[in-house]
């Protein structure tokens, strides 16, 4: 299932996808990224809106995830190989220690709070929100 936002030609370059020339991005157009489009003010309010139900469906505190899980860890998606609590934890000002929670995958451990949301891929949720999207102006979502 795929979901589309309505777009239109970049104001800025023009559609051509270029604009003025600096030595850290060449002459590629901030306004599109180089697409030559960019969202319409409909489908950027829509987009933006899309994506915070999306993480609110995905959100789920680490004290729950399991090894086999896909989580989004420094801006990829990454499979847990294993939870484990730590030696190390936070101490609130009431005196209570909170220990973390290590989840590790092959390339990256996160400490967290075991009750800190941490966002685990989850087709369904992912297509269930798709679904409220449905014939929305502005909005095309596809089998």
């Known amino acids: 299932m795929k979901i589309l936002f309505e777009k239109q030609t970049c104001a800025r370059c023009g559609g051509s996808g270029r604009h003025s020339y600096n030595q850290l991005h060449g002459d590629v157009c901030y306004g599109c990224g180089g697409s030559g489009e960019q969202l319409t003010k409909r489908a950027r309010r829509l987009h933006s809106d899309y994506l915070d139900r999306k993480l609110k469906a995905l959100a789920k505190p680490a004290g729950e995830v399991h090894p086999g899980d896909r989580v989004w860890i420094s801006d990829a998606w990454r499979t847990v190989t294993a939870v484990e609590p730590t030696e190390s934890g936070y101490v609130r000002a009431d005196g209570t220690v909170l220990y973390l929670t290590a989840l590790r995958t092959a390339k990256v451990t996160l400490?967290?709070?075991?009750?800190?949301?941490?966002?685990?891929?989850d087709a369904a949720k992912i297509?269930?929100?798709?679904?409220?999207?449905?014939?929305a102006p502005g909005v095309e979502v596809t089998e």
């Open 127 to 135: 297509r269930a929100v798709m679904e409220k999207f449905k014939g």
């Open 111 to 121: 400490n967290c709070l075991p009750t800190d949301d941490v966002t685990v891929h």
